[in-house]
């Protein structure tokens, strides 16, 4: 079974600090992405990874950034949380080139005070 | 733009019950087609994927259809059970722009009564 794990569930921080999500997957999937969901908005995708280092923009990348420095691991950088931070955050990871299916880790719930 | 929808944004129905949930999808140049379900506060979990190739896929109680040409699809649910009450998410992936992004559907609550 592809496993996809996020390091925590839940998380509090304060505005203004420098925020690291990380998601780790154990399939050896090239594609890795980190999307929000928010009520009524639904989900939307922040950054994709296609391989190590490689990383594109989403939807809403803006008060974001990525690290990809391990095929298995890939980190969501929130720079200065900022309290429209506040939201539930999914990593998902996929087998490149392929259409095979794509898998969510167990999402964490960010809150900035 | 690809744009997916999915009708009833709610449904509640009786444990037992057959029923079907409705995606539609705007763009009918897609990959495939992704079911999932979400838990409250959970991740997704994937129920079904059916390729662009293919008419339904079968697992269990599910059963998910789709018509790429009409830019449709259902996920039948037999005999529901309490256990079944989630909300339930379509996702497309489409040809051409970036790939490989999943366009989602904002999700069926499903409530199943004992």
């Known amino acids: 079974d592809v496993k996809v794990t996020q390091s925590s569930r839940y998380l509090v921080k304060r505005t203004g600090e420098k925020v690291f999500l990380e998601c780790v997957q154990d399939m050896d999937h090239e594609n890795m992405f980190w999307y929000r969901q928010d009520p009524g908005l639904g989900l939307r995708l922040i950054y994709f990874s296609y391989d190590v280092k490689m990383k594109e923009k989403g939807d809403i990348p803006e008060g974001y950034s990525v690290s990809r420095e391990k095929k298995e691991r890939f980190s969501l950088i929130l720079e200065s949380a900022s309290t429209n931070q506040t939201s539930m955050y999914l990593c998902?990871?996929?087998?490149?080139?392929?259409?095979?299916?794509?898998?969510f880790g167990p999402g964490t719930r960010l809150t900035v005070t | 733009k690809q744009e997916v929808t999915q009708i009833p944004a709610a449904l509640s129905v009786p444990e037992g019950e057959n029923l079907v949930l409705n995606c539609s999808f705007t763009?009918?140049?897609?990959?495939?087609l992704q079911w999932f379900r979400q838990d409250p506060g959970k991740g997704l979990t994937s129920l079904l994927l059916i390729q662009s190739s293919q008419r339904e896929q079968t697992s269990g109680r599910l059963n998910a259809s789709l018509d790429k040409s009409s830019g449709r699809s259902t996920l039948y649910i037999a005999a529901s059970q309490p256990g079944d009450s989630a909300t339930y998410l379509c996702?497309?992936?489409?040809?051409?722009?970036?790939?490989?992004?999943?366009?989602f559907g904002t999700g069926t609550l499903l409530a199943v009564q004992p």
């Open positions: 996702a497309v992936r489409s040809y051409g722009g970036a790939t490989n992004k999943l366009i």
């Open positions: 763009d009918s140049a897609i990959y495939n």
């Open positions: 998902a990871s996929r087998m490149g080139q392929g259409l095979g299916e794509q898998y």
